[in-house]
């Protein structure tokens, strides 16, 4: 198996593992909440190519309301109304 080979495994079975224990995570909880960790845009939806809406902050906690199921992107609550893509 190749370096380039060996490295996009490698990269599938992370994603994979985050996915998976972020679902387990929020199981049996009722509110689930992510904190930035540093500066960050927010988008109208899970890619780069979706405008940029907002930005978080570093230390600011933020209530999650979903998740992609094919991309490690989730949905935050910026405010009772509106929501974004991080």
Excluded at 51 to 66: D, K, M, Q
């Amino acid at each position: 198996m190749s370096l380039a080979q060996r490295s996009l495994r490698l990269a599938f079975v992370t994603i994979f593992i985050f996915i998976f224990s972020t679902m387990f995570i929020a199981v049996g909880q009722e509110a689930v909440t992510a904190e930035a960790v540093i500066q960050a845009n927010v988008r109208t939806g899970p890619s780069l190519d979706y405008p940029v809406i907002a930005e978080i902050t570093a230390g600011t906690a933020y209530p999650v309301t979903g998740r992609s199921a094919l991309y490690p992107w989730i949905v935050i609550a910026l405010s009772s109304s509106q929501q974004g893509w991080v």
